[in-house]
């Protein structure tokens, strides 16, 4: 939250849903890999499992591919125009060729070593289960979080730097999309605001901005014709949120690169 603000993203297809689960994922790892405590040990390492998961049931390293390229092919398009910061466009150019050459020299996927951890594996079938990590469960997984903390560190790091092309890609790629266009203030008649999109450029990623002191929070739907927010209350006493029938004054960003 910066200044009582709260911003609030909704991806509009599957391949910006996955980029974003994946960066929440990579940013709960670089927060508790650092941490001492052996429970901190287990988010970071059941984060790196869950990344492995992701990777491993959608085909993400092509479509990542696939999206590097685009956004090569969309931005070298610019240079030709005079108004472009041509020093700023050839770094962000750069970065994507950069990161294009990692992905292609990386496996054909970024889990499939870690899919054959024998001790990862055996943590990734007890997840299933309410409580199956407990010590009785995986005498293993117990032995390893009393390893001193450098020890525990060592190993996640080493597990994790398997995703480093996919993270860098996945992180370029969101920095652009987020920064693809600038936010307009909007007004949500009685909460509910309704707009519609263009087929022709599609939008990928719809960012909502308002005071948390509203007490309010947006409940988002969208397709690539339309997107409808409608702002409801923020309830936490057992019952659901009601949507306002105050008009609400937000900004928005509709992110279509």
């Given amino acids: 939250m ?11 297809n599957e391949r910006v849903r996955a980029f974003l689960r994946l960066e929440h994922l990579f940013e709960q790892i670089n927060h508790y890999i650092d941490s001492q405590s052996h429970w901190d040990s ?12 992701i990777l491993e049931r959608t085909d993400l390293r092509n479509e990542t591919i696939k999206e590097l390229e685009r956004h090569v092919a969309t931005l070298t398009k610019l240079s030709s125009k005079p108004s472009v910061n041509q020093p700023t466009l050839k770094n962000i150019l750069d970065d994507l060729e950069h990161s294009f050459e990692m992905m292609h020299s990386s496996p054909g996927k970024a889990s ?35 390893l001193t903390y450098h020890q525990r560190q060592e190993d996640m790091r080493l597990w994790v730097k398997t995703f480093n092309p996919i993270q860098h890609a996945v992180s370029l790629i969101l920095h652009l999309i987020r920064n693809s ?30 005071p948390a002191s509203l007490g ?4 988002v739907s969208g397709s690539k014709h339309r997107i409808t927010v409608r702002f409801l209350t923020a ?23």
Avoid: M
Wanted: charged residues 15%; glycine residues 6%; negative net charge.
């Fill in 235 to 257: 309830r936490f006493d057992g019952s659901r949120g009601a949507q306002t029938s105050e008009d609400v004054p937000f900004e928005i960003t509709r992110c279509t690169i």
């Fill in 2 to 12: 910066s200044n009582g603000l709260l911003t609030y993203e909704h991806p509009l």
């Fill in 216 to 219: 309010l929070y947006p409940e």
């Fill in 112 to 146: 499939s070593s870690l899919r054959e951890h024998e001790f990862l594996n055996g943590i990734r079938q007890r997840l299933t289960i309410p409580g199956g990590t407990c010590c009785f469960d995986i005498p293993a997984y117990h032995y390893w979080l009393n």
């Fill in 42 to 53: 287990r988010i970071a390492l059941e984060s790196i499992i869950e990344i492995s998961n």
């Fill in 181 to 210: 266009t600038v936010p307009i203030q909007e007004i949500a008649p009685f909460g509910l605001y309704q707009k519609s999109l263009q087929p022709q450029t599609p939008c990928q990623l719809v960012s909502i901005t308002l």
